[in-house]
């Protein structure tokens, strides 16, 4: 059984930052590929960055490019998700997840944690 818990949500103004951390338990982070999605009231979740196993290759939403940086370190067993220049429209729940293989798509993640609201306001 895998655990993924988030923390570092909150409510910050426009052109703010955060950062976001997913601890791991139950297997060694090395065993997965790691993503986090978003999901905002009444939309759908969606991707938002996702980096393999060895942290040397990611992705993002094409919206948070240049803002958002995904990493790992897998000694600590902790994914993090620095959020910087927030606007509202990054409003939303944040999950943690993990994948045996690399994706981009909510289905092809098979643990989640409980998620971590972030808040931007105007």
């Known amino acids: 059984q895998v655990q993924l818990v988030e923390s570092g949500g909150g409510l910050v103004q426009a052109g703010g930052s955060l950062r976001l951390s997913c601890a791991v338990a139950?297997?060694?982070?090395?065993?997965?590929?790691m993503g986090w999605f978003r999901q905002a009231p009444g939309k759908e979740r969606e991707f938002v960055a996702v980096?393999?196993?060895?942290?040397?290759?990611?992705s993002y939403l094409d919206s948070v490019k240049g803002r958002f940086t995904i990493s790992r370190d897998n000694a600590k067993n902790t994914v993090y998700l620095q959020m910087n220049s927030l606007n509202p429209e990054d409003t939303a729940v944040y999950y943690c997840?993990?994948?045996?293989?690399?994706?981009?798509?909510?289905?092809?993640?098979?643990?989640w944690g409980q998620g971590t609201q972030v808040t931007v306001s105007s």
């Open positions: 997840a993990a994948s045996p293989g690399w994706g981009i798509h909510p289905g092809q993640y098979a643990y």
């Open positions: 139950g297997r060694t982070l090395n065993s997965y590929v």
């Open positions: 980096i393999n196993r060895s942290g040397g290759s990611t």
